[in-house]
């Protein structure tokens, strides 16, 4: 594993209120000295760590620093500078690792308090449900697994998948203009084809107890993929005919529509539910749902309480599932 590591610390926040900053004009030192309360030592020291990460700022001796170009790499630093709730998880960014969920469980295994958001540029074992595989070329994606210990009963953790997939599919239309759709439990589609998918798990500390990681899978900015998932897989980028994508941006809009919604979870999740039943493609749909070696056929006619499918059997008979495939009729 190579990590870039960068704790929300004082640091990497002064950093990104000075990206911030920067990308609202240019700016003469004393300003920036102002703005963020810091010494003319920690202002030169800022603006070369953000020239190590690629951010290119001139100096000029009349207009003061400008911010000329930003790197395409996904920095903590840049995904902070993107923030604008008050939910900032801890964020670090790696270059390579097996699976950022991993990474994640790991640290809720040593006492990470959380929320805490992992990226990576490059997954050498990303997986989706069931052991199955999730495919993203180098810096291309978007990979990340956030770390949550929430305080509520483990039983309705489920809602917390469900509100994943709405702050996905409100940051890609917020940021990209592009709807998209949720097909429950945790895809992200749009017009049909898959965009992003998630992956909740879950785990316990001999110490801290229990915790959640939710990883998102968003493809971005690929412009191909394998030939197994050319037909049912699209990036943001060839939706939008070619059109790169800014990966923090992206990342920061998802954090924060997270954050708004985790946040309204302590006053009930019928307003998230009222979201996600408006973005999803199967409700109202005939589709078959298997779940292990069960599979059953119906009507999906509403989420429940947790962000469970009621299907309506043929029978008439309405029953919930928390988890399972959905195969939608004439699909
Ligand atoms: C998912 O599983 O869709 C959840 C994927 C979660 C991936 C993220 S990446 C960050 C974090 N770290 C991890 O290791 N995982 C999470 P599932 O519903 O089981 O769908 C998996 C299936 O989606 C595969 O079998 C393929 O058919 C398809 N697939 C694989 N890669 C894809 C891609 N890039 N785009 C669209 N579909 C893909």
Request: proline share 4%; hydrophobic share 45%; net charge negative.
């Amino acid at each position: 594993m190579t990590a870039i590591p960068s704790p929300r610390g004082a640091c990497c926040s002064v950093a990104a209120r000075l990206l911030r900053t920067l990308r609202s004009g240019s700016a003469l030192p004393s300003e920036l000295l102002a703005a963020l309360g810091v010494t003319n030592d920690a202002l030169l020291h800022l603006t070369t760590h953000l020239e190590s990460l690629g951010f290119d700022i001139s100096r000029h001796p009349m207009l003061g620093y400008t911010l000329m170009e930003e790197p395409q790499c996904l920095t903590p630093e840049a995904v902070l500078s993107h923030i604008e709730g008050d939910w900032v998880p801890e964020v670090m960014a790696l270059s390579t690792t097996t699976s950022t969920n991993t990474e994640a469980a790991e640290r809720g295994l040593l006492e990470a308090s959380g929320p805490l958001a992992i990226f990576a540029e490059h997954q050498t074992a990303g997986r989706g449900r069931l052991g199955r595989k999730w495919e993203a070329k180098a810096g291309e994606g978007l990979l990340v697994s956030i770390l949550l210990r929430p305080n509520s009963p483990q039983a309705t953790w489920t809602r917390i998948t469900t509100l994943t997939a709405l702050a996905v599919s409100e940051a890609i239309e917020s940021v990209t203009g592009v709807y998209a759709g949720i097909k429950w439990p945790n895809d992200i589609l749009v017009d049909s084809h898959k965009v992003a998918g998630i992956l909740a798990e879950t785990g316990t500390s001999p110490t801290r107890g229990a915790f959640l990681v939710v990883g998102i899978g968003l493809n971005v900015n690929q412009t191909d993929f394998p030939p197994e998932l050319a037909s049912k897989a699209a990036a943001l980028r060839q939706i939008l005919g070619g059109k790169v994508v800014n990966r923090a941006a992206l990342a920061a809009k998802i954090i924060d529509r997270l954050g708004f919604w985790i946040e309204r979870m302590e006053q009930g999740f019928e307003l998230a539910l009222k979201a996600v039943t408006l973005r999803s493609t199967v409700l109202g749909r005939q589709l078959t749902l298997h779940s292990g070696t069960m599979s059953a056929t119906g009507t999906a006619e509403a989420l429940d309480e947790n962000g469970g499918l009621l299907l309506r059997l043929a029978d008439g008979e309405l029953r919930a599932f928390s988890a399972g495939e959905v195969s939608l009729r004439g699909a």
